[in-house]
């Protein structure tokens, strides 16, 4: 862990400062810092001539620090699953991405069928070696691409016992449109839409990611009130997301009271991010070096009486679940993820936090606002649907709380500055928490200051092995449910 | 059970009066932009320069802008130096024909009657429509919007527009996204299980003509490129509203006084 190099979050390095280790030092550093509580927020191989180099990125905690290394990647990787279990699927990325073979990986197959980054066809979408069970009274249950609603397009494989299921498998890939590859020659004219499109749910938060990169590698910064102004941006997209999906989670157990309110109320929120820049999901909004609108006066003010009218009725539709008798019993002890198990997969965001991680970039990496202002982490211990449902209603009431008073404490001056080009041969890292957890992008440039390698790790990526842990014994029949009280991304995924 | 209806006294109605009333927008709204290419700087190709998407044609005195590739970004707006193009609180944004979402100068329209399905399809879809949504490489934005439209505030069941599970229950297909390569199978399966006779609505940039991803060899293209489209709905993603009127305006059931002049 030592040979690491400690760098704050969203900061940049010259690249020759970030050590090269042997592949045993690189290896042994990861398995002892993921011993010591380190996390793997981004592991991914990038081209350096006709070779390849393995990057790694780690957050620690407790330093709150982000700690680098990178080392030389042949044909052949030898898997860290069996001492390092949450690396499983950036190793299964390494190896479909850049033909690697990953020797010792006990589960290894594509993870978004895309085309090999050294040429040659993908593997057929959806065609794989599925995990199966056989047995009397053993079926399988497969449902997707396609669903039965307006829902991302994925695949779910469920080995079920009568009504019991004994593993469900995930496979998606069919998002994957090659966003992440594309982001790599940039910055270019595209490149922060891309960064927006990354999860249209989550513009705010990739975007932010994405100009704290930008502004790292040019050696400059936001202005202060923009800094600001991005703060209220997420945490209206956190309030936004986490309303609906307490709505969605009433749906589905069939309250239809909190269902129809959180429904209209999510609106609210979006139309507050419409609002600060015409588009609901924060379209244009985060610019390298600022932000793209203002807020006057007259805004603050309507601003503040939106979101307090909004707050208040959805305090009243969140209220109305706790002490229902007939929603409790369906998110009590269902879909149930203990703390050692979201630790050893290395969940994130809420669905981390239900399990009673102090896990919360915002408060263990802050950057930008979230230095000046702290928010109070929230955390629920029992780890099920009721945990990921509750985490979400304290953290509404605190993103509430923060942006009534920011909206008042708002620094004067410039909304944006001019950035100098990118500098070339940098290194640079960045955790935004968004309202599913830790967003993580890193950036390598080149000589020239164009971006040599781009990798983005949306929360979702940590988190779909969670939601498949915690369908392992429950109904299938509470799948929607479950579903719901992770709220994954598939584009975000996908890429 | 009193704390359950209290707070339905308390919430109360919330169903918007859109297509009756008009639409409540937010002021930045970025609507249909509008182009005056005589403000142009000479043989300036700053906007076409800058858009992501190569939406904009700029030539000598003339300016074409393709709804169907525009992100609504502030891109083009803030690199032209006259002033030539600007956004409109205009959400009216849907066409039958993929043709009419180029806009040349400022006169240029959405037609109105180009908006309705012919009378006999009318006939059919005009008080039912059930659709069957397929997300096909996107970003999750358009969805978004799309299944709002069934929240309380819009009510889309009141127009007999209905969202289902099935595409054998269905009169056609709502499709978002870019279509990925790797979703052109299902997209085509799912249109070819929908009894005919069937329509195909496109909605947003990417289904449209692959949106930001225009280009990408992991997408198609958008929706026309596997499968028949009768409306294209623009924007990146559509407002909830433009979105309902383009739905609406096909059924040919916007009020005269909120049709498309």
């Known amino acids: 862990m030592k040979a690491l190099l400690a760098i704050p979050n969203a900061s940049a390095v010259a690249l020759d400062a970030v050590p090269q280790l042997a592949p045993d030092a690189f290896r042994l550093s990861l398995v002892t810092g993921v011993d010591a509580g380190l996390r793997i927020s981004a592991l991914f191989a990038r081209p350096v001539d006709d070779r390849l180099e393995l990057v790694a990125v780690l957050a620690d905690d407790r330093a709150g620090l982000l700690r680098c290394a990178r080392t ?20 299964r990325e390494i190896a479909e991405q850049w033909g690697v073979r990953v020797v010792g990986h006990p589960w290894l197959k594509p993870v978004r069928f895309e085309p090999p980054r050294r040429g040659g066809p993908a593997a057929p979408i959806g065609i794989t070696d599925y995990f199966t069970i056989d047995g009397e009274e053993v079926h399988e249950v497969a449902v997707g691409p396609v669903h039965a609603g307006v829902i991302e397009p994925g695949h779910f494989r469920f080995q079920c016992h009568g009504e019991i299921v004994m593993h469900l498998e995930i496979s998606l890939g069919y998002q994957h449109r090659g966003v992440e590859r594309a982001l790599v020659g940039g910055p270019n ?18 975007t932010t990611a994405y100009c704290e990169l930008v502004e790292a590698l040019a050696g400059g910064r936001a202005v202060p009130r923009a800094y600001a102004l991005r703060g209220i941006a997420l945490e209206l997209e956190r309030l936004a997301n986490h309303t609906g999906d307490l709505g969605a989670l009433a749906g589905d157990v069939g309250f239809l009271p909190t269902a129809s309110y959180c429904g209209r109320l999510r609106g609210d929120f979006l139309n507050l991010t419409a609002q600060l820049c015409g588009s609901r999901f924060g379209r244009g909004f985060v610019r390298p070096g600022g932000v793209g609108f203002d807020v006057e006066p007259a805004r603050v003010t309507e601003m503040h009486d939106r979101i307090t009218a909004a707050s208040r009725d959805v305090a009243e539709a969140a209220g109305l679940l706790w002490p229902t008798g007939s929603v409790m019993a369906r998110f009590e002890e269902v879909g149930r993820v203990t703390g050692e198990q979201a630790r050893t997969l290395g969940l994130v965001g809420p669905a981390a936090r239900a399990c009673g991680l102090r896990r919360d970039v915002r408060k263990t990496h802050p950057a930008g606002i979230f230095q000046l202002v702290h928010l109070p982490m929230s955390t629920v211990e029992s780890g099920d649907v009721f945990a990921r449902a509750y985490v979400r209603w304290l953290e509404i009431e605190r993103s509430v709380e923060y942006i009534r008073t920011q909206l008042h404490e708002l620094p004067r001056g410039p909304i944006r500055r001019e950035l100098a080009a990118p500098r070339g041969a940098m290194f640079a890292a960045t955790l935004v928490e968004g309202w599913r957890g830790e967003i993580c992008h890193v950036a390598i440039t080149d000589d020239a200051g164009r971006f040599a390698a781009y990798k983005v790790v949306d929360p979702s990526f940590h988190n779909w092995t969670g939601l498949a842990i915690a369908l392992r014994d429950q109904q299938i029949s509470d799948f929607p449910l479950c579903n719901k009280s992770f709220n994954l991304s598939y584009c975000g995924y996908d890429l | 059970m009193w704390r359950i209806l209290l707070a339905r006294a308390r919430q109360g109605q919330r169903t918007i009066g859109f297509p009756d009333e ?12 509008t182009l005056d290419p005589s403000r142009c700087v000479d043989n300036c190709t700053a906007c076409a320069d800058a858009c992501p998407t190569g939406a904009i044609a700029a030539e000598p005195g003339k300016l074409a802008l393709d709804l169907g590739r525009c992100l609504f970004c502030t891109d083009c707006t803030s690199a032209c130096p006259a002033g030539a193009i600007s ?24 037609a109105p009657r180009q908006r309705a399905l012919d009378e006999a399809t009318r006939r059919m879809f005009g008080r039912s429509l059930k659709l069957r ?35 054998r229950h269905a009169d056609g297909l709502l499709v978002t996204g870019a279509v990925s390569a790797n979703m052109r199978l299902a997209l085509k399966k799912t249109y070819d299980a929908v009894p005919p006779p069937k329509i195909v609505i496109a909605v947003g940039a990417c289904a449209i003509s692959g949106g930001p991803y ?43 006084s909120r049709r498309a002049t």
Do not use: W
């Open chain 1, 72 to 91: 030389a990647l042949g044909d052949e990787l030898e898997s860290l699953v069996p001492s390092c279990p949450q690396v499983h699927l950036f190793e």
């Open chain 1, 189 to 206: 004219k595209r490149s922060i839409h891309y960064a927006e499109t990354l999860a249209g749910d989550t513009t705010i938060g990739h």
């Open chain 2, 22 to 33: 008009p639409p409540t927008l937010p002021d930045r709204l970025r609507g249909r932009p």
């Open chain 2, 87 to 110: 956004y409109t609180s205009e959400y009216r944004l849907s066409a039958r024909r993929r043709e009419d979402l180029v806009l040349g100068d400022n006169g240029d329209a959405l």
């Open chain 2, 133 to 167: 949504v397929v997300s096909a490489g996107g970003c999750n934005g358009c969805e978004a919007d799309v299944n709002v439209l069934g929240t309380i505030v819009f009510d889309l069941g009141r127009f007999g527009i209905q969202y289902v599970a099935s595409p």
């Open chain 2, 214 to 256: 225009i280009g990408h060899p992991e997408v198609e293209g958008g929706a026309g490129a596997v499968v028949p489209v009768d409306l294209y709905i623009a924007g990146c993603p559509p407002h909830p509203i433009t979105i309902l009127d383009g739905l609406l305006a096909m059924l040919d059931r916007i009020p005269p």
